[in-house]
């Protein structure tokens, strides 16, 4: 290399399932080359159904139209904007305000780092949920921020334990990440622990960014902690159209919260990009306009797979809960599992996980990934259909 990489990079590395997938790509070559089959992947969460059928031919319509390739307007256009608006009103009960409080984002992702270059300088302190999602982590550490995990744990549904948060050093702390229903654990959200949280944000004077992706899946009554009254004053949401409406490869996203936060976020993001495609955009406004049969749907499809899912932990010997919500069923492996092998430096998650790809060649997630607290599990994703959740029990039962 001819130059030094930035000090920041030290402080990360390559994303887990960048690497896996590498890793699967070279396994697959070599299974098909000897007449195996090739690795069934439950590792992502990568929806794998259709997005609604009027949002593609808005797609297609708008893309033929010939003012569309232009650039963008940084904050989206308006019919984008207001349509988030009412996506919020309808199913959320939260007033936004479509000229300065919503933010159209390249996928909710992007927000993450965006509000981290925004808000935190070097040294600036951050609550990251373990076990959670690794760009909190990354993001925060590329923007000079420190890391300060704070524990969820099943026995508290996977929810934050404010008597040990109340006990924390809390000097210098800005942001506190949340994310419900969770990921990767399933655990589940309601209106007390939102107010809870906002309450605890303007006593410690601490934004709270919360991830809202997985509202929809598997969960009857989708909430948002803007919901709670005065919580734009600490509070941000981040929100996807990946998800629920299995749109992930489009990198439709958005931010809500206050006016000047907004702005502050759009400093940002405005020096990196032009906005977005304006056929996405008009495909965004067609997806947000579904209603409740469409998830519904939705979920009728995911509990299917969800009890497949069961199946293969039931099998595998992993305790989980059958209630979890989201698009992972999360598990713990017990310490006598007949499939760990020996090599007591690998967590029981990883060694059950290696043990399950490659023998049966199938991929489920470790939860050493996740952090420390998710060292004893593993993650399934529902983002396979049930004859392929079927083909992975099959093959795991072979090695059993």
Excluded at 48 to 65: E, N
Excluded at 161 to 170: A, G, N, P
Aim: hydrophobic share 40%; aromatic share 8%.
């Amino acid at each position: 290399m001819i130059i030094n990489p930035a000090k920041r990079t030290a402080e990360v590395q390559e994303y887990y399932f960048s690497k896996k997938l590498k890793e699967i790509d070279r396994l697959n070559g070599e299974r098909l080359a000897s007449g195996q089959e090739r690795i069934i992947n439950l590792g992502i969460g990568a929806p794998d159904r259709m997005p609604p059928a009027d949002a593609i031919k808005a797609l297609q319509d708008c893309a033929a139209l010939a003012g569309s390739h232009a650039y963008q307007s940084y904050v989206g256009t308006p019919q984008l904007r207001e349509a988030f608006a009412r996506w919020y009103e309808r199913y959320y009960n939260v007033s936004l305000d479509p000229s300065c409080e919503i933010q159209p984002l390249v996928g909710s992702k992007e927000g993450i780092l965006l509000i981290c270059l925004a808000f935190l300088n070097e040294g600036d302190k951050v609550l990251v949920p373990d076990p959670g999602y690794p760009t909190y982590t990354s993001a925060c550490k590329l923007a000079g921020a420190q890391i300060v995990n704070y524990d969820l744990e099943e026995q508290l549904g996977w929810q934050p334990d404010f008597e040990k948060l109340e006990q924390m050093d809390l000097e210098g702390v800005k942001i506190m990440w949340t994310n419900y229903p969770n990921m990767p654990t399933g655990g589940s959200a309601d209106m007390e622990l939102y107010s809870r949280l906002v309450d605890f944000a303007r006593r410690h004077k601490i934004l709270i960014v919360n991830d809202n992706p997985y509202s929809f899946i598997l969960n009857d009554q989708p909430l948002s902690i803007l919901a709670v009254p005065g919580a734009k004053d600490c509070c941000m949401e981040l929100n996807s159209l990946s998800k629920a409406h299995n749109m992930s490869g489009w990198r439709i996203g958005m931010l809500a919260g206050d006016k000047d936060m907004i702005q502050e976020v759009l400093k940002v993001k405005s020096q990196m990009d032009s906005g977005m495609f304006r056929p996405l955009q008009m495909a965004a406004v067609k997806a947000l306009e579904q209603g409740p049969e469409w998830f519904s749907a939705l979920n009728d499809e995911y509990r299917r797979r969800q009890k497949v899912a069961g199946e293969i932990f039931g099998l595998l010997g992993v305790s989980f809960r059958p209630e979890s919500a989201g698009l992972f069923l999360w598990g713990r492996v017990p310490a006598d599992h007949p499939l760990l092998g020996d090599d007591s430096s690998l967590s029981l998650g990883q060694r059950l996980a290696d043990a399950v790809l490659y023998r049966a060649g199938v991929f489920i997630t470790p939860g050493f990934i996740f952090g420390k607290n998710g060292r004893d599990y593993v993650r399934i994703s529902l983002c396979a259909d049930t004859a392929t959740l079927e083909k992975a029990k099959q093959k795991i039962s072979g090695i059993l």
